[in-house]
Antibody, heavy 119, light 107 residues
Framework: QVQLQESGPGLVRPSETLSLTCTVS?????????WGWIRQTPEKGLEWIGS???????YYNPSLKSRITISVDTSQNQFSLRVKSVTAADTAVYYC????????????WGQGTLVTVSS | EIVLTQSPGTLSLSPGERATLSCRAS???????LAWYQQKPGQAPSLLIY???TRATGIPDRFSGSGSGTDFTLTISRLEPGDFAVYFC????????FGQGTKVEIK
């Protein structure tokens, strides 16, 4: 059973960097698929942030590309998200997910973690 | 950028009734790029349908997807209590994008 679990601070100060990690169990990241991040707000709904392949190749949402970094640590079976220079607009529930080739769908999701940007 | 529009925003139905949810793309897309998800309060979205019409593992056959081009439909043939939730469509164009959701609520 593939399981994903997000972890990281629930509160980030404006202008600082948001950092989250997704730990995968029941499946080795090295075995393929695309591993990514999606966030959700009441105002904007679901928004794809970006994904990474086990080789380290990354794919980013063009609207966020300048502020985000996704990395993978296959030895720990984890991947991570960093969003720099955050504002209140980055307040959201952040999900990690495993996606099919081509990002056509995401079959496995973490439970989500709320990150609030506030001073 | 392709925009997905879901309708209606809210669907009020009774258990046992049929639900028909629409997802319209602003331009023609490949049906292989269209997926549907169910989201219950406090939970992550859960994959229902991919490739416009293929049910994900474990999804009962009362859920069906159809459509092509710009118009796609998710049909729930007979609503069960656990089906009252929010449903999203997702499209892959240059990057994944989601519709704004349809809430199926108990009438």
């Amino acid at each position: 059973q593939v399981q994903l679990q997000e972890s990281g601070p629930g509160l980030v100060r404006p202008s600082e960097t948001l950092s989250l990690t997704c730990t995968v169990s029941g499946f080795s990241i090295n075995n393929g698929y695309y591993w990514g991040w999606i966030r959700q707000t009441p105002e904007k709904g679901l928004e794809w942030i970006g994904s990474i392949y086990p080789t380290g190749t990354t794919y980013y949402n063009p609207s966020l590309k300048s502020r985000i970094t996704i990395s993978v640590d296959t030895s720990q079976n984890q991947f991570s998200l960093r969003v720099k220079s955050v504002t209140a607009a980055d307040t959201a529930v952040y999900y990690c997910a495993r996606s099919s080739a081509g990002f056509y769908y995401s079959e496995y999701w973490g439970q989500g973690t709320l990150v609030t940007v506030s001073s | 950028e392709i925009v997905l529009t879901q309708s209606p925003g809210t669907l009020s139905l009774s258990p046992g009734e049929r639900a028909t949810l629409s997802c319209r793309a602003s331009q023609s897309v490949s049906s292989s790029h269209l997926a549907w998800y169910q989201q219950k309060p406090g939970q992550a979205p859960s994959l229902l349908i991919y490739g416009a019409s293929t049910r994900a593992t474990g999804i009962p056959d009362r859920f069906s997807g159809s459509g092509s081009g710009t118009d796609f439909t998710l049909t729930i043939s007979r609503l069960e209590p656990g089906d009252f939730a929010v449903y999203f469509c997702q499209l892959y164009d240059s990057s994944p994008t989601f519709g704004q959701g349809t809430k199926v609520e108990i009438k």
